[in-house]
């Protein structure tokens, strides 16, 4: 089934190439089905990559969803043209009011500020309170996770000695759940982070579930009980060449890089890197589409119950 996306976005021919079915919401109109409402909060600099990132995963289910891609009012983007964010984002004041059935948070290269220093930390905070009353399921990627971490539980963030920049083995330390549905027991996943979650700080929440491990990486997967909050703190969304670009990039910068670990065949970057985490990316947002969104979600969306509490929004 396809994932629905607005006419005109660039996005489209990229996977319509990799023969990714998507439907623009002309066609989709002509159908008598009520897809799910995504929402895509984009917080990375090179947005139209995230977007094409984001839409080859959602576009991978049995299902019609409707994406929306939100941009910050609080902080303008430097790396994406203004006019593809009018055509194309809507901002948080011109969507509080609707619901939706899904939310996606990206990470964001701010993860060394504190996050009351980041320039739109406000408007993230107003956009997960309000998620929880106006979204059935949010899940989080990197920073993301960390930001959502610190203010749903208060648990903080830590900076590492070095860079976690790799594609590193995971274990699932769950498989009963819903979320790991399918998983094999040890499965890679690719991290760009200066920063981390302590593992014991996820065990210690009573309302959060840690699934899925790594000896090198730390947390990657987390999520509360209900399942409408989801953690990931990877990138199970990159491309083949996203790790080769950050890498090359920061060298030509002049940073202290060492190349992302487990990534180019033999660890010699001069070689092409191959992707082995694609099937388990795919598996992480089907389930979550499925199992935390489809099967949970109210037909009608203005019966969505806030998190936490008995009564239906009105």
Not at 12 to 38: G, K, S, W, Y
Not at 133 to 162: D, M
Not at 277 to 295: E, I, M
Request: hydrophobic letters at 40%.
């Amino acid at each position: 089934m396809p994932v629905k996306i607005r006419e005109g976005l660039p996005a489209v021919e990229v996977l319509a190439a990799e023969n990714v079915f998507v439907m623009t919401d002309r066609r989709a109109a002509a159908q008598d089905i009520r897809p799910l409402h995504i929402l895509v909060l984009n917080l990375m600099p090179a947005k139209q990559t995230t977007e094409a990132q984001l839409l080859r995963l959602l576009g991978n289910s049995p299902l019609q969803v409707e994406v929306t891609f939100l941009h910050t009012a609080s902080y303008a983007p430097k790396h994406t043209d203004h006019t593809h964010l009018e055509v194309f984002y809507e901002t948080f004041e011109r969507i509080r009011d609707e619901r939706f059935d899904g939310l996606i948070i990206t990470g964001a290269p701010v993860e060394l500020l504190a996050f009351e220093e980041v320039d739109y930390w406000d408007e993230l905070v107003a956009i997960m309170q309000w998620a929880d009353a106006h979204v059935y399921s949010t899940l989080a990627i990197c920073w993301a996770a960390q930001a959502e971490l610190y203010h749903h539980y208060g648990i903080g963030k830590e900076t590492v000695p070095e860079k976690v920049f790799g594609v590193f083995e995971h274990t699932v330390t769950d498989p009963k759940n819903k979320i790991t549905r399918g998983f094999d027991d040890v499965f890679l996943a690719p991290h760009s982070r200066h920063t981390t979650v302590r593992t014991q700080d996820i065990l210690d929440e009573p309302d959060l579930e840690l699934l899925a491990h790594s000896a090198e990486a730390g947390v990657y997967l987390a999520a509360s009980r209900d399942g409408r909050r989801v953690f990931v703190t990877g990138h199970p969304e990159y491309d083949a060449e996203t790790l080769d670009l950050e890498y090359r990039r920061d060298r030509a910068a002049g940073l202290p890089i060492e190349p992302p670990g487990n990534y180019y065949p033999g660890d010699d970057p001069t070689q092409l890197p191959v992707v082995r985490w694609r099937a388990h990316g795919d598996l992480l947002f089907t389930n979550w589409l499925n199992y935390c969104v489809y099967q949970e979600t109210p037909y009608d969306l203005h019966e969505l119950v806030a998190r936490g509490h008995g009564d239906t929004e009105d």
